[in-house]
């Protein structure tokens, strides 16, 4: 865990560096919150009157209400992160994202690992392919999982935490509730400044403007539908946009609809746009092709042959509507199927028009496009 606790240092103080070497900018170690309309700094006045403010206060784990919860200890992701040393075992509570990369990584790590969801697979609104092979994958490795979990609850153990459901239960000595992440806004008060809430974020319009005037909230502080959409690189997408309506005048409106996310497991889940269900529930007659990763040279020469690449096409327009990638590096893979959607309209003339290099992952993507258009105008 101390190789953990150096990279997340290191991290924190590259951009405090960064910070401090702008001569535009200034960093205020205060914490904010706001009372009778006014910006609070340690609870004294920020002197920020008529200053426009973004409010980037980021997120925190959600504690959802379970049973037993309030008597037996547990730990969110941030807690997890802090121990000293490795669990001896682990229970999780919880079939996301952030359950899913804490199972994998914890159980490569040698700790036993028991993973309860209600869900009949993790990864809720992904592509069922991609759902099934994580669950198939984090079971060969030796996770303990159990979907469809009914009546779960906490209990004190003989020596720790016990988990429990409906059928059975485990002890362990660490919980880690991965339930999602809520807006930081608890201790902020932003109703103190007329500013409103959605869904337990920060209330903003499409520019990102707040209900107040002079404030902006962008990132994991924002709530309503852009709760689905709480990652770093959302809010960096959000971040100069915000910043330009704010100097310039202009009217930027961050659009998400093709705003990728990632699971970092291994295989990586990554996305973009709709899934096939998402498609044909909007209307498309949507085509779709999936091309296995294993038909890759490049994956069979590093024996990483786990996953596929799925592109989902509108039958009438021939454009990109969303696409799942499942590979080693997915992650990586996804921007040459995000620049489409982000810049071209889901056009994938570029796409069919470059040249891949051989062997590479990369490739499964474009062999997954051109064998869809074959299929498309065959």
């Given amino acids: 865990m101390r190789r953990v606790h150096r990279v997340i240092e290191d991290g924190r103080q590259y951009y405090e560096d960064m910070i ?43 504690r959802v209400p379970i049973p037993g919860a309030a008597e037996v200890p ?30 994998q990584a914890m159980n490569r790590l040698g700790v036993p690992v028991t993973m309860l969801m209600r869900a009949d697979a993790p990864l809720r609104g992904e592509e069922p ?43 362990v000595e660490h919980v880690l509730l991965a339930t999602g992440r809520d807006p930081n806004i608890l201790d902020l008060h932003p109703e103190e400044a007329g500013i409103a809430i959605d869904r337990g974020g920060i209330a903003v319009d ?41 100097i310039r005048g202009t009217a930027h409106h961050p659009d998400y609809d093709a705003m990728p996310r990632v699971t970092f497991a291994d295989p990586e889940i990554a996305s973009v746009g709709m899934t096939e269900q998402d498609a044909r529930d909007r209307g498309h007659e949507a085509h779709v092709h999936v091309k296995a990763i294993r038909e890759l ?41 995000t620049i489409p959607l982000h810049v071209e309209g889901g056009k994938l003339d570029a796409v069919l028009a470059t040249t891949f290099a051989h062997p590479t992952l990369s490739e499964g993507v474009k062999v997954a496009v051109r064998n869809a258009f074959a299929e498309l105008t065959a």
Avoid: C
């Fill in 20 to 62: 401090a070497g702008d001569d535009g900018a200034m960093l205020v170690r205060e914490r904010a919150s706001f009372a009778d309309g006014r910006l609070l700094l340690d609870g004294r006045d920020a002197g920020l009157a008529g200053v426009p403010t973004v409010l980037a206060v980021g997120s925190m784990p959600a």
């Fill in 74 to 103: 547990y730990l969110t992701s941030d807690g997890l992160l802090q121990l000293d040393d490795l669990p001896r075992s682990l229970g999780i509570l919880g079939g996301g994202p952030i359950a899913v990369e804490f199972a």
């Fill in 129 to 171: 392919e991609a759902r099934a092979l994580i669950l198939r994958v984090l079971r060969d490795e030796g996770v303990r999982i159990v979907t469809g979990a009914a009546g779960i609850g906490l209990a004190h153990g003989a020596d720790g935490p016990r988990l429990r459901w409906d059928g059975g239960e485990a002890d």
């Fill in 206 to 246: 499409e520019a990102m403007r707040t209900t107040a005037p002079g404030y902006w909230a962008i990132g994991d502080a924002v709530g309503g539908d852009r709760r689905r959409y709480q990652f770093t690189h959302a809010a960096t997408f959000d971040g100069p946009r915000v910043a330009e309506n704010i």
């Fill in 297 to 337: 040279g490049k994956a069979r020469a590093v024996g990483e042959t786990e996953g596929f690449v799925k592109v989902v096409i509108d039958r009438g327009t021939h454009k990109l509507l969303g696409a799942t990638i499942a590979a080693q590096h997915g992650g990586d893979m996804l921007a040459e199927l």
